[in-house]
């Protein structure tokens, strides 16, 4: 039965390929909660017609998805069948949403939807009913919607236009009764009552209640993309009644915060800007609190002409302060502060408010052992690599406060003027070094050596580091280069995919700016080796054979289960 819903769903993420959608706005907003976590939607016509110009319809995609085992005719007439023969309407927008759930009465859970178009309700309900582990399952009527129950964490409803798959999942969290000194694991709840009441509210609901009446939200569609991703802050408000102590103001500052995003396959790129909403009090404390942009100085002389990923943020620490007074809890933490040593302020104004960490020479070499007979044996693989992380100082005397009460803590050691790791940094391997200027971890005493000498220069492309200027936080990640030192003796089923994507992929480059008054804008972008090709049509390529290679592996474990257990045994293994 999961298997029939799985197979659902990915019939509707193909749907991408499918036919055209309308433009502004969409309609199936009102399904769509305002308390989600995310959401994507996608607009097949436009990635349709980048694969067509290419010479890539649905029959050839089908063709190389499923093109290695006899068994795959079969599984590809099923989609063929879905598509023609289920009444859904490929021509419909395609929404992927998330709901986080929470609250001190009811058990957390994450509910993922997916939500498509219906043609004809009646001949989709008549082909559920010719599946397997469907056609024996009841179809339920509510008053505007129809569903049916695929298992206590699965379901699917619609009415005469939508379609909604939903998958409510809310784990069992053991917890340690203090009483009985034990752990208990509690009982496992009525899932199943809990999702048909969160799928009915999204039939049911206000427009009011829904993504319908987000304006940021709406807006997002007026610029032509590929795709569009909507995030808010909404969510965490279900956190927050959950908890026992109640801050001041704290919801007022979680309240419809809002990021909107469009994501683009433009030739030899994928592009994707974001633009953030913050409301009244978030935009009064980022408008007070303005920050710098990052500091390039600080990853100038990294000692490595090999580097894998770079993150820097900068900003402005009052910042923090502003926001203890805005939640009115400045006097509340001040009093704890001081039982320490030192003051919030002490805590924001230690450090300048430039970060900058820097990891490189990233692989997974054999690490070997010598046995009695001198021959040797692999024991195994661990990542290794470089890393500096900086930090300057900004107000020594309260830095000075804070690293004497971690030197108390044993966390580090002061020599002089200066703080070294103590014994739990030792025992993670890392070389620490503090003093009046700079708050210094590197992955050895070599890397930090090197880095503070200034005598090399990081090699970084000039295209990434003119895209840092003027950011306030920053992020590069060399896709290939890290991908190729992992690769390096790698066996597995999933090496033809490594390969692939390895040569596939350039970088990644992301970046935001500081608050201009009203909003704060990004961008991110994923460079692709193939320049001239448009990224959608190179992407169609890496995701068949990284497909290919899923249902392989899953074919070949399966096989193996057959010959090392009796008949019947896996599927019990793998239910429990």
Known sequence: MQNQFRFLLSAFVIAILFSACNNGAPKEARFIPKDISAVLAMDPKIMQDKLEKAGIGMDTLLNQLFKRHAVDTIEKMKLYTLRDSAGIDWNAKIFLFAVQKKGSQNPDATVINLMGGLKDAAKFEAYIKTQNGFGDKKIQKEKNYSYLIINPEAMIAWNETNLIGTKYHSPIKPYYDSVAMKFVVPEKTNTEAAMKIEVNRYFSQKES???????????????????????????YLSVLNAMPLQLPKLEELLKDNYMASTLSFDEGRIVATTTTYTNPLVSSILKKYAGPTVNLSLIENYPSDNINMILMASFNPEMFGGILKQLEVEGLVNNFMEKMGFSSQDLYKSLKG???????????????????DDSTLSFGRRPVGKMILTAPVG???????????????????????????????????MYVHADDKNFIIASDSITYTQYIAHKTKSVVSNEALNMFKGKSTVFYFDIANTIKGFMKDSEGDYKNSMSSAKNTFKDLIASS?????????????????????????????????????????????????????PSGVPAIIRTN
């Not at 804008?521 to 992407?539: A, D, F």
């Open 209 to 235: 209640e829904s993504l319908a009446s987000v304006d940021a939200f709406g807006n997002m569609f007026k610029s032509k993309s590929d795709a569009y991703a909507f995030s808010s802050t909404n969510s």
């Open 395 to 429: 107000d020594s005397v309260s830095f000075h406060k804070i690293m004497n009460k971690a030197v108390d803590m044993g966390y580090f050691v002061k020599q002089g003027s200066e703080f070294k790791a103590g014994k739990l940094m030792n025992f993670l391997g």
């Open 354 to 372: 430039d970060i900058a960490v820097v990891v490189s020479d990233l692989s997974t070499p054999s690490k070997e052992i010598k046995v009695k």
């Open 513 to 565: 700016e500081n608050f201009d008054g009203t909003t704060i804008k990004g961008k991110l972008e994923i460079r692709l080796n193939n320049e001239k090709q448009n990224s959608l049509v190179t992407l169609t390529s890496l995701f068949t054979d990284i497909a290919v290679d899923m249902r392989m592996a899953a074919r070949k474990q399966n096989q193996e289960e057959t010959r090392i257990f």
